[in-house]
């Protein structure tokens, strides 16, 4: 994985997501999304304790946020008030990993020991595959900068294609035309056509 220690600001992409999560309506929380087996409201629930714990892991606070995955940590449903939870904790994740200080040494996300700069792109990858993931799953559009695109480009194809468990399915086929962020959708194990059954 990339030891780049050089930081990656996550605001587009947290500015994205909280867009599309402002277009999230409560018909929306049962239906499927292109992640697995999580429906609208479990991969909610999973952001609400994702940008917790990676603002943790930005701030190298080890301890409970950091020691255990956010579904193992038994936060898989989606709590009342979660849009402003999301409102408040996507931004102070952008904050923490604003720091130099948040992509050197080491640190800890989902109980994992990793550099600082991995752990900044898994945070990157969250907010901008999840975003996507919601976007596909409530009908809106879902646009990812170049520069986003290329930095996830390069992360996620330091993985198997098989599929790393916890992470991503196995990788995809598509064009070596195809866009930056259709490649990164492909190689992260998901379709860049996918959407909801009608």
């Keep these: 994985m990339s030891s ?6 996550l605001a587009p992409a947290a500015e994205r997501l909280l867009t599309i999560v402002d277009g999230v309506r409560d018909e ?4 499927p999304t292109p992640c697995g087996s999580y429906p609208v409201s479990r991969l909610l629930a999973h952001l609400v304790g994702a940008a917790r ?20 940590a038994g936060w898989p449903e989606l709590e009342p008030g979660w849009r402003d939870l999301l409102r408040e904790r996507v931004p ?15 640190t800890r996300a989902g109980g994992v020991d990793l550099p600082g700069a991995a752990a900044g792109l898994v945070a990157l990858d969250e907010l901008v595959l999840h975003g996507w993931d919601l976007a596909r ?6 646009d990812c ?15 198997d294609p098989a599929g790393t468990p916890g992470l991503f399915g196995p990788a995809l086929e598509v064009g070596e035309d ?19 059954r009608s």
């Design 178 to 196: 195809a866009p930056v962020f259709d490649r990164v959708l492909a190689r992260a194990g998901r379709d860049p056509e996918w959407a909801p």
């Design 92 to 106: 102070a994740l952008v904050g923490a990993w604003r720091s130099h200080d948040a992509w050197q040494g080491m």
């Design 145 to 159: 900068d170049e520069a986003t695109a290329r930095a996830l480009l390069g992360f996620v194809s330091q993985f």
């Design 137 to 142: 799953a409530t009908g809106q559009a879902y």
């Design 28 to 31: 929306h929380l049962g239906g």
């Design 53 to 72: 714990a990676f603002r943790a892991a930005a701030e190298k606070d080890l301890g409970p946020w950091t020691d255990t995955s956010p579904d193992a």
């Design 4 to 9: 780049t220690a050089e930081p990656i600001d």
